[in-house]
């Protein structure tokens, strides 16, 4: 048994000590986590606490190993992220944007103004106030920056001193995740809301407000367009669908631009609601005819894009209605339904619904690829090359007026608007991005516990004794207020004044504290990544205003 012995003696660290530590840690945690209470529970969240009690009973790891384990599943966590909500982002902020990032900067501002209160009469020393507003707002990156503020623009501070915002950081964190979920659980409850229906109404929102496309058959029956072809057709272009099929006489025939049409012919159309009904007002009205449904030599099929060579081309330049004969009507990317127009991008992982004979959708399926296997097999190296120049956008020093030291986006911040270009970029060259969502739900799930376990154990060391002695139940008590003021303020007038959809909230609450296990729980409270959505929408703006404000404040001592 000595063996045994030595393996888990935290003064005998091995790597196998680390990786045995760290997988019981979150085996721990999880079991934790998966613990209900009233429905509720603390999911993925309870591999902090499990790292806590491992931190507390003295089973650690190097300084080295926690720094590296925990900042490398940070990354993965957030970069993940960014690659699921990347192609959605654009137009979530273009719909929700300028609210929600109002919003979460009101949090940010409301827990500056506490804690300087809080440092100024509430007898707290400003180092470990601003430990408190990194802890309480769950935000390491904002106490690095106050760190290193401290450190170099500063001769004036004792050692003690210099410890306070790690120390009081330790204390306010666990708190600070606990207490956005309470806030979420305490809006739920007060406006009775149901988690799962608002979910839906979500999911119904965003399918309504990406134009959904649907089908349509049309009659000609305006004498002013007989006798036009396709191309001819007064304000075609403008439109955003596609006319697949024709029913002319008694035969079904795909559609070309060349196709000239004639009273009584029946067209079937692909597009948007909106350009449906004004296509019907332009040429004629709306038929019971299913061309679908009639006899003919034409199928529908999809074909899902794995090709290199495919990828990253227009519609237009793949030109398969003039090489094929063959009509695509509509792009799935993710969850949205894009119109094929002929400059719309190819990406890999697209599924294009193609029209026309089966031996030509044969031979389209073999040059676009269609291959399942490859979806499942994720390229590897386009990983590592967006998580590579997150880091580099992470560490780029960013110099701003009256701020001594440079502000850095952090290996959050960075990988995370990175993966949000590089998602909605799709390809560069030979590397594609996409990445599966079973594999971007195992990195993203790997890379959360990762980072939790590695927080708990460095903080559990100090945890007890800093509470049991000294202003640590004071100091925890000045961090709940401010966590859980700014975060009730704002989430009753989001919910309150503007009606916002809880899942909309929820996304909100958690980025406007840069918190991923908050985040974690939220998704599995409405059973729906939808969170992520209004998360990674505000969570740039924060990461900076928070980082930012760390170090103003430690200005505001400093000039004190």
Same mark, same amino acid.
């Given at each position: 048994?000595?063996?045994?012995v030595?393996?888990?003696?935290?003064?005998?660290?091995?790597?196998?000590?680390?990786?045995?530590?760290?997988?019981?840690?979150?085996a721990?945690?999880l079991?934790?986590?998966s613990?209900?209470?009233?429905?509720?529970?603390l999911?993925?969240?309870?591999?902090?606490?499990?790292?806590?009690?491992?931190?507390?009973?003295g089973?650690?790891?190097p300084?080295?190993?926690?720094?590296?384990?925990?900042?490398?599943?940070?990354?993965?966590?957030v970069?993940?992220?960014g690659?699921?909500?990347?192609?959605?982002?654009?137009?979530?902020?273009?719909?929700h944007?300028?609210?929600?990032? /109002? $919003? #979460? !900067? %009101?949090?940010?501002? =409301?827990?500056?103004g506490? *804690?300087? +209160?809080i440092? @100024?009469?509430?007898?707290? &020393?400003?180092?470990?106030?601003?430990?408190?507003?990194?802890g309480?707002?769950?935000?390491?990156? /904002? $106490? #690095? !920056? %106050?760190?290193?503020a =401290?450190t170099?623009?500063? *001769?004036? +501070?004792t050692? @003690?001193?210099l410890?306070? &915002?790690?120390?009081a950081?330790?204390?306010?964190?666990p708190?600070?995740?606990?207490?956005?979920?309470?806030?979420?659980?305490?809006?739920?409850?007060?406006f009775r809301?149901?988690?799962?229906?608002?979910?839906?109404r979500?999911?119904?929102?965003?399918?309504?407000?990406?134009?959904?496309?649907q089908?349509?058959?049309?009659?000609?029956?305006?004498?002013?367009?007989?006798?036009?072809t396709?191309?001819?057709?007064?304000?075609?272009?403008?439109?955003?669908?596609?006319?697949?099929r024709?029913?002319?006489?008694?035969?079904?025939?795909?559609?070309?631009?060349?196709?000239?049409?004639?009273?009584?012919?029946?067209?079937?159309?692909?597009?948007?609601?909106?350009d449906l009904?004004?296509?019907?007002?332009?040429v004629?009205?709306?038929?019971?005819?299913?061309l679908k449904?009639?006899?003919?030599?034409?199928?529908?099929?999809?074909?899902?894009?794995?090709?290199?060579?495919?990828?990253?081309?227009?519609?237009?330049?793949?030109?398969?209605?003039?090489?094929?004969?063959?009509?695509?009507t509509?792009?799935?990317?993710?969850?949205?339904?894009?119109?094929?127009?002929?400059?719309?991008?190819?990406?890999?992982?697209?599924?294009?619904?193609?029209?026309?004979?089966p031996?030509?959708?044969?031979?389209?399926?073999?040059?676009?690829?269609?291959?399942?296997r490859?979806?499942?097999?994720?390229?590897?190296?386009?990983?590592?090359?967006?998580?590579?120049?997150?880091?580099v956008?992470?560490?780029y020093?960013?110099?701003?007026?009256?701020?001594p030291?440079?502000?850095?986006?952090?290996?959050?911040?960075?990988?995370?608007?990175?993966a949000?270009?590089?998602?909605?970029?799709?390809?560069?060259?030979?590397l594609n991005?996409?990445l599966?969502?079973?594999s971007?739900?195992?990195?993203?799930?790997?890379?959360?516990i990762?980072?939790?376990?590695?927080?708990?154990?460095?903080?559990?060391?100090?945890?007890?004794?800093?509470?049991t002695?000294?202003?640590?139940?004071y100091?925890?008590?000045m961090?709940?207020?401010?966590?859980?003021?700014?975060?009730?303020?704002?989430?009753?007038?989001?919910?309150?004044?503007?009606?916002?959809?809880?899942?909309?909230?929820?996304?909100?609450?958690?980025?406007?504290?840069?918190?991923?296990?908050?985040?974690?729980?939220a998704?599995?409270?409405?059973?729906s990544?939808?969170?992520?959505?209004?998360?990674?929408?505000?969570?740039?703006?924060?990461?900076?205003?928070?980082?930012?404000?760390?170090?103003?404040?430690?200005?505001?001592?400093?000039?004190?």
């Amino acid at each position: 048994m000595d063996w045994l012995v030595a393996l888990i003696d935290s003064n005998n660290v091995t790597v196998a000590h680390s990786v045995l530590v760290l997988c019981l840690v979150t085996a721990l945690g999880l079991a934790l986590g998966s613990i209900r209470i009233g429905g509720v529970g603390l999911g993925t969240a309870g591999v902090l606490f499990s790292g806590l009690l491992f931190g507390h009973l003295g089973i650690g790891l190097p300084k080295e190993v926690l720094e590296f384990v925990r900042e490398f599943g940070l990354i993965l966590f957030v970069y993940t992220i960014g690659m699921q909500v990347g192609p959605g982002f654009l137009e979530a902020f273009k719909k929700h944007g300028l609210l929600l990032n /109002s $919003l #979460a !900067a %009101a949090v940010v501002l =409301l827990g500056v103004g506490i *804690t300087l +209160l809080i440092s @100024l009469y509430g007898g707290v &020393p400003l180092p470990a106030a601003v430990g408190l507003f990194s802890g309480a707002t769950t935000n390491t990156p /904002s $106490l #690095a !920056a %106050a760190q290193q503020a =401290l450190t170099e623009a500063s *001769t004036a +501070l004792t050692p @003690l001193q210099l410890k306070m &915002p790690g120390m009081a950081y330790a204390v306010a964190y666990p708190f600070g995740i606990m207490g956005i979920i309470l806030t979420m659980l305490l809006i739920r409850f007060m406006f009775r809301i149901n988690p799962l229906r608002d979910a839906q109404r979500f999911i119904r929102e965003q399918r309504k407000s990406a134009k959904t496309l649907q089908n349509l058959n049309v009659e000609v029956t305006n004498s002013n367009v007989a006798g036009l072809t396709i191309a001819e057709l007064p304000f075609i272009t403008d439109l955003n669908l596609v006319i697949s099929r024709i029913l002319h006489g008694a035969h079904v025939e795909l559609v070309t631009d060349d196709t000239r049409l004639e009273l009584g012919d029946v067209l079937h159309a692909v597009g948007a609601q909106e350009d449906l009904k004004k296509f019907v007002i332009l040429v004629g009205q709306e038929t019971e005819t299913d061309l679908k449904t009639l006899p003919t030599e034409l199928i529908a099929r999809p074909i899902v894009v794995t090709r290199r060579a495919a990828a990253a081309q227009t519609i237009g330049e793949l030109n398969l209605l003039q090489r094929h004969n063959v009509q695509v009507t509509r792009v799935t990317r993710g969850d949205v339904q894009l119109t094929p127009r002929p400059d719309l991008h190819v990406q890999f992982g697209d599924i294009l619904l193609v029209v026309g004979e089966p031996h030509a959708l044969d031979i389209c399926a073999k040059e676009l690829g269609n291959s399942l296997r490859e979806l499942n097999f994720p390229q590897v190296v386009p990983i590592f090359v967006g998580i590579a120049l997150g880091v580099v956008l992470g560490s780029y020093p960013m110099f701003l007026p009256s701020i001594p030291a440079p502000v850095k986006l952090g290996m959050a911040g960075g990988p995370l608007i990175v993966a949000l270009l590089l998602s909605k970029i799709g390809n560069v060259g030979r590397l594609n991005w996409y990445l599966h969502p079973s594999s971007n739900f195992i990195l993203r799930e790997l890379g959360i516990i990762l980072f939790l376990a590695c927080v708990g154990i460095h903080g559990g060391d100090r945890f007890v004794s800093t509470l049991t002695h000294g202003d640590g139940l004071y100091w925890m008590a000045m961090a709940s207020i401010i966590t859980l003021a700014p975060l009730l303020i704002v989430g009753l007038i989001g919910r309150g004044f503007f009606k916002l959809n809880y899942t909309i909230l929820c996304g909100l609450l958690a980025g406007s504290m840069t918190d991923p296990p908050a985040l974690a729980f939220a998704t599995a409270a409405v059973r729906s990544d939808a969170p992520n959505v209004s998360y990674s929408t505000v969570y740039p703006l924060v990461m900076i205003l928070r980082i930012i404000a760390a170090q103003v404040m430690v200005l505001v001592f400093l000039n004190g």
